[in-house]
Structure formats: C-alpha cells, structure tokens
C-alpha cells in the first residue's frame, strides 16, 4: 500500500528573471538550505518528505506540476528564500508562477509559503495570491509541523491562512530556541537534494582549479545580532516585532554538531564549502573550534564565509586559513563614514579598513568585498568616494549592490511605497525590471547607472586584471573578461 507522502517541499526557479543571461553559465546554483532544514526537523516529527528543486535541475512549471500531482502530497510547501537571505522576495516571480499553475491543474491541493518575504507580509501575500493557501509568519519551523499534525487551522501557532474571504492570522510561533537548535533543527537533509546539481559562483572556485562542483552550503547559526536598517534576516526570527531589526536575535548550533554535518559531507566528496551564515566569523568559541575540528580531521574543504570588517581579528587567520576558509566576504558597505553610520554601520569609525584588507592577504586569504550605492545619505561623491576605495583595495573579487527596501527591513518601514518596486524581480540586483531605491539626493535611475558602472570599470580595470592572472592563471582571467562582455538591460535606463 502507498505511504501517503506528508509534505512536498518546492525550490522555485526564477534565475532567468534575476539574473538575465547570467544565469546561463554565471549565476550559482546553491542548495535549499532551508528546504533541508525544514525537513529533517518534519521527519524527526515523523512525517515524510520529498523535494522538487526547480532551479537546480532546470525544471519547467509543466514538468514540476506533472511530478507533483504524481506524488499527491497532503501539503506543498514553497520555501522562498534567495542566495542571500535579504534577496528571498526577488524568488517569489516563479514562486507564484508556479503555484498558480498547481492550482489551476488541481484546485484541492494545499499550498504554504514560507521564507523572508512572506513573512514580512503574510496579509498582503494572502491576499495578493489566491493560489497560496498558508504562510508561516516567522521561520515557520513549529508551525510547519503542528500544521501536518492537525486540521484544526487556528490551532497552529504563526499560521495565517484565508477563511472564506477573511484572513485570520493566528498568535505568533515561536523560533526554535538556541538550546533547542541541535534537537529541532537536526541538520539538512542532503538525502532529498540533487547534491550533485549545485555549483558555486565562479570566484570562489578559482582556489579550486575552477571547479564548481560539487558544492554545498550550510548555516553553523541563524540570524544576526546586528541592526543594519538595509537588511531583513532577522525578520523571520520575529514574534511580535514589526521589523527585522527588532528582532536581532542570533542563535548556533553547537560546533560539535556542525562538524557531525561536515563528516557527511566530506565522505560525499565536497570540496567547495559556502558558510552562509550572515556572521561565520563572530563568536571566536563557535567559529574557531569548527575550523580547529576541520584541522584535526584533515579535510580539504574550499571554504567560502561572512565576517563583517569589525570582526575580522589578526589572531583568527592562521586558524581559518588552515582549516580551507580560503575567501571571506566583508560588508564594507560604504567608504563614507556618515553614509556607513545612517545604516547603523557606526562600529567602522574606528576601523582601519585598509590595514584589515591587508592583514588579510597576507593570510592568503581571497576576499570578496560588498558595497553598497544608494544608501539614504549617498551622494555621487560619496558612491564614487566608495568605488574608489574598491579599486584602490582591489580585492579578489568585488560585489556592487543597489540599495533595496527588502520586505521586512528598517529601510522599508520608513520608505514611501510608491518607491518600491511593482514586481518581485525588481528586488533583484540583475533584473531588467530592477527597481532601485532613491537616496536621499539621487533618483534611483542615477543610483542603477552608477551601479553598473562601477561594476564594470572595477572589473576591467588593468591592475584588477593582471592580479587575477597573476594569482588564478589565464583560464580565471579570461572568465572575468568574458563576464564583463554580458551586458545587462535596464527598464529603468531604457534598454
């Protein structure tokens, strides 16, 4: 007799939307983290689970609507969550696409959302969207599985869900609890992950001969104890609060457990290793005896991390270095010190960032360095005040974003929502419909351009270029000069 499968986890696709023809070779492909969360938590309740990762295995809506009918689970769960976790929204495009689909080829399937952006907004996503069913208010871990365990809808603690032509939003869930981590959230569930589709981004497999796969991504901890009004992390750790910054709550896995997650994958053959923690490099006892425990094993892992550049201390290279963490990703953000501290980013006044890039290298440690045009207080002086210090660090590799009101974040709260972009994928940084937003002396048009420019002249400056080649060989070479001949096309600049 068929087992009746409980939940039916979905990783939408909206690469070609968000990254344009980046997405053919350029984009990565990461895993679902919290798909493989998700599940391992509902199996350790006892219920079953499968997953269709839509991106990973370029999977169409009609092929994903065919498997899912076949598979007739009792609850279809949209985990929505992008690459970086303040991007989530940009990945609802084929999300609701999707689930319009299911709906319409079966109008009795049951159909939850859960990431970021719903979160932020459960009301106005149920209402917006009559092919979603549920959402969860929060991380949505309890109340994923106190929704498969009962039909009781308002008996399931951060459910919201449409009755009729209301929606009822029950009180808050709770978040799993930093004691509870290792129990309820019993690490990712690689078993249903094509492990074998992922690859990671270009630059960081340069320490790595060039080769993307295979490739795996893990949390050590959740959530940021930080409040930087740009971002939304931390809105899926809310209860009562009304945005992310109010709930900055961090939370870890013991590092004992993380290096039980890393024996698997090891003995599965992955090399590249992407810590996709908002903050790796935070808690010297969390993140040094990981490195330490990697050392003692020997493994031989590509290690991608986050730190910000007030977290980075001299003594914590050696350590990191030895055990794989061959690139580190630093918010800088932005060269201005008045810019830096309107976003809650005060803590670099006493920095020296220059001096800190440098100890860095000297580590052997590949960097890749964030920036951000458009923050509230940016001017064209002090955006290119920022480009300059990205080309006078000259880091390995160098991201430019725009700034966005992500659904959730300070900066949303206290913008106007004619400002805010129309569509999902306008929230992406590489969209066509990307949507900017204004600071305070810039049109987000100015904000765009100067974006992608900057992007360009970083990434073909002849000093940028020779240090690549120098360091990676001619194959990385001639990859970033290839990158830079993808032209992306703007709405907004009137492509």
């Known amino acids: 007799m068929k087992t009746k499968l409980d939940v039916l986890f979905i990783n939408p696709s909206s690469a070609e939307a968000n990254y344009q023809d980046l997405s053919i070779n350029y984009s990565a492909a990461e895993p679902p983290i919290w798909i493989g969360l998700l599940a391992s938590h509902v199996k350790s309740k006892g219920f079953t689970a499968e997953v269709i990762d839509c991106e990973a295995l370029h999977m169409d809506d009609t092929t994903a609507t065919y498997h899912a ?47 970021g952006c719903v979160a932020a907004h459960p009301i106005d996503i149920l209402q917006k969207h009559r092919c979603i069913d549920f959402v969860a208010q929060n991380e949505g871990v309890y109340t994923l599985s106190a929704l498969l365990a009962t039909s009781e809808l308002t008996k399931v603690p951060g459910l919201a869900f449409r009755y009729l032509d209301n929606i009822v939003t029950n009180h808050p869930s709770d978040i799993v609890s930093n004691e509870l981590m290792n129990k309820d959230l019993p690490g990712i569930d690689w078993d249903i992950l094509p492990l074998s589709e992922y690859r990671t981004s270009l630059w960081h497999a340069l320490s790595n001969n060039n080769e993307r796969q295979p490739f795996a991504s893990i949390y050590t901890s959740l959530g940021c104890p930080y409040k930087c009004s740009f971002c939304c992390i931390n809105i899926i750790n809310r209860t009562y609060n009304a945005v992310a910054n109010e709930s900055n709550i961090y939370r870890r896995w013991s590092p004992e457990f993380i290096l039980l997650q890393l024996d698997k994958l090891a003995t599965i053959g992955v090399v590249n290793l992407k810590i996709a923690d908002e903050l790796f490099v935070l808690n010297p006892n969390h993140f040094l005896k990981i490195c330490e425990g990697i050392i003692a094993r020997g493994y031989k892992f590509n290690i991608w991390c986050y730190a910000r550049i007030d977290t980075i201390k001299p003594e914590y290279l050696a350590t990191m270095k030895k055990a794989g963490v061959n690139w580190l990703a630093l918010g800088i953000e932005s060269a201005n010190k008045k810019v830096r501290s309107d976003v809650t ?56 974003y725009c700034a966005m009101a992500y659904p959730g974040s300070q900066l949303e709260y206290e913008t106007k929502y004619q400002l805010l972009p129309k569509t999902y994928s306008g929230y992406s940084q590489h969209s066509y419909d990307c949507q900017p937003l204004p600071s305070k002396y810039l049109f987000a048009d100015e904000v765009l351009r100067f974006r992608d420019n900057a992007w360009m002249k970083y990434h073909t400056n002849p000093i940028y270029l020779e240090m690549i080649k120098s360091k990676f060989g001619e194959e990385a070479y001639q990859r970033t000069l290839d990158s830079t001949k993808i032209k992306l096309k703007r709405k907004l600049l009137g492509d």
């Open 69 to 115: 009918a076949r598979m007739e689970p009792r609850l279809i769960c949209f985990v929505i969550y992008g690459q970086h976790p303040s991007a989530s929204i940009q990945n609802m495009t084929g999300a609701v696409r999707l689930a319009e689909k299911m709906k319409e080829q079966n109008s009795n399937c049951k159909i939850m959302f859960i990431g």
């Open 345 to 400: 980013k005060g803590k670099f006044e006493d920095v020296d960032i220059d001096n800190i890039i440098a100890t860095i290298k000297l580590a052997d440690i590949n960097i890749i360095a964030n920036y951000i045009f458009g923050l509230p207080e940016d001017t064209l002086e002090t955006m290119q005040e920022t480009l300059d210090l990205a080309i006078r660090l000259n880091t390995e590799e160098a991201n430019f």
